[in-house]
């Protein structure tokens, strides 16, 4: 593996830099009441009208995807993508069997960046596995379960938009599978065999263990497991905590940044 600074090095410095959409003068740019909280902002929503604030570029925020980019393809920033890439190498390097898995995966972006890499490295015997709703986050099962984000349309991403954002990328193939529906639905049966680096950013305590529960298991020894909501959703880390402990599992949690985690299993 090359990692001196050359062409496939540009190629994925410029890959973050558009996933995050760090590169434009406009990449500040926030839209005004993302969550749908004020009346008049929503009507104007339905007519595809937005208030757009032209706020100057915090590039430190977006590298630690502390900000919801206008028009980016991933929300969780340049330090998270530098952590799949260093999983990706690792597990390609070590012939840690198993497939890509992210749960919860929005736009696409990270998903996008993991075929990317295969791509880069010439892996064509492994899968990247996209699941999400493509409608956005459950309503919460009780106030445990966290944040009720189910009625934010910035969330809501459909299957065909990000299949969409794959092909301007041209990365859209059949190493890329996508499970459409609740985790608690699709995971269960998902067709996957092995799992090198599973990925899970469903926010939720359920989403959370939905995907722990059905996946977990599946992650061959020396493969990756990310937490991104791991620091800043308390019912995700309650989640991740439980499921541990339940399976007397005492992993050596690293810290990526500010929210996200990673442990290798
Ligand atoms: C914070 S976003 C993911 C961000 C994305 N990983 C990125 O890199 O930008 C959370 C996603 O999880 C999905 N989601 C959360 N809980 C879910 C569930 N129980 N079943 C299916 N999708 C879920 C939402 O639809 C949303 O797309």
Known sequence: MNNSYDSVGRYIDLLKKVLTASIYDESGWAVKDPNNKNAVLNQLKKKN????????????????????????????????????????????????????????????????????????????????????????????????????????????VSLEQVKANFEKFNLLDDQVKFLKGWFADTLPTAPIKDIAILRLDGDLYSSTMDSLENLYPKVSKGGFVIVDDYNSWPACKRAVTEYLAAHSIIPDIQKIDWTAVYWQV
């Open 49 to 156: 009208l937005y208030l757009v604030e032209a706020k100057v570029f915090n590039e430190a925020e977006r590298a630690e995807g502390r900000d919801w980019p206008l028009f980016g393809y991933t929300m969780a920033g340049h330090q998270r993508l530098d952590n799949v890439q260093l999983c990706v190498e690792q597990v390609i390097k070590n012939n840690i069997p198993g497939d890509f898995v992210e749960t919860g995966s929005w736009r696409g972006g990270m998903t996008i960046f993991m075929r990317a890499l295969l791509d880069v490295y010439g892996v064509s015997d492994r899968f990247v596995w996209v699941a999400d709703s493509f409608e956005g986050l459950p309503v919460p099962a009780d106030e445990n379960d966290g944040l009720d984000l189910s009625q934010v349309d910035y969330l809501k």
